[in-house]
Each structure stands twice: as C-alpha cells, then as structure tokens.
C-alpha cells in the first residue's frame, strides 16, 4: 500500500510561484506514475500533471501546459509541481494520485490518493 501526503500549498499573488512536494510511502513507489489533479470549491476534480515512474514521460493539461512543471525524485520517494505565473482560476485543493499504470488524465485510472493541499491564487 502507498501513502501519499501533499505540501507546499498557500497563498500566492498572482504571478507568483509555488512548489508543491507529495511524499510516498512504500517500497514500490518507483514503480507507480504519479499525478495531480485539482479541485475548486463547487467544481469537478480535474487532471493537472502526470509523470511515468521513470520519469521519461510526462502529460499536462492544456490549461497549465508551459507553465507547471512536473518531476520526481524516486530516491527521496518525492513528486514535486512546480508553479509558475499563477493566476486565480488555479486556486483549488490540489491531489496527488498514484497509478500502477502510465501518467494517464483519468482519475477513475489512480488508486491512491493524498489528502490534497490548499493553493490560493490572489488578484
């Protein structure tokens, strides 16, 4: 079983950057893709990033595309989303997911799930 815990979230003007970090726990994490996906209040779950295990493949959402970077780092067990030129339509819960699959956009498609972390997006 994997557990993941998110970080990094808070308030930034927009603009501005922020980097969020999900920490795994487990043995196979190296073996899973690992994604983001976001939630605003009243709206539906949607796909940000994701990354293949090996880190050789990623896959954005056009509405973050060139502007959020997606990484990983097997050894520290660490996903990372890097941020940039915010802006407030980004403001939402932010979700790291795990798949034992390859860096799909679908949700119904990840099996493990963190407990999100806050990022708000001012002016």
């Known amino acids: 079983q994997v557990q993941l815990v998110e970080s990094g979230g808070g308030l930034v003007q927009a603009g501005g950057s922020l980097r969020l970090s999900c920490a795994a726990s487990?043995?196979?994490?190296?073996?899973?893709?690992m994604g983001w996906f976001r939630q605003a209040p009243g709206k539906e779950r949607e796909f940000v990033a994701a990354i293949s295990w090996s880190g050789g493949r990623t896959n954005y959402a056009d509405a973050v595309k060139g502007r959020f970077s997606i990484s990983r780092d097997n050894a520290k067990n660490t996903v990372y989303l890097q941020m940039n030129s915010l802006k407030s339509e980004d403001t939402a819960v932010y979700y790291c997911?795990?798949?034992?699959?390859?860096?799909?956009?679908?949700?119904?498609?990840?099996?493990?799930w963190g407990q999100g972390t806050r990022v708000t997006v001012s002016s």
């Open positions: 487990g043995r196979t994490f190296s073996s899973y893709s």
């Open positions: 997911a795990g798949n034992r699959g390859g860096p799909t956009s679908r949700a119904s498609e990840y099996d493990y």
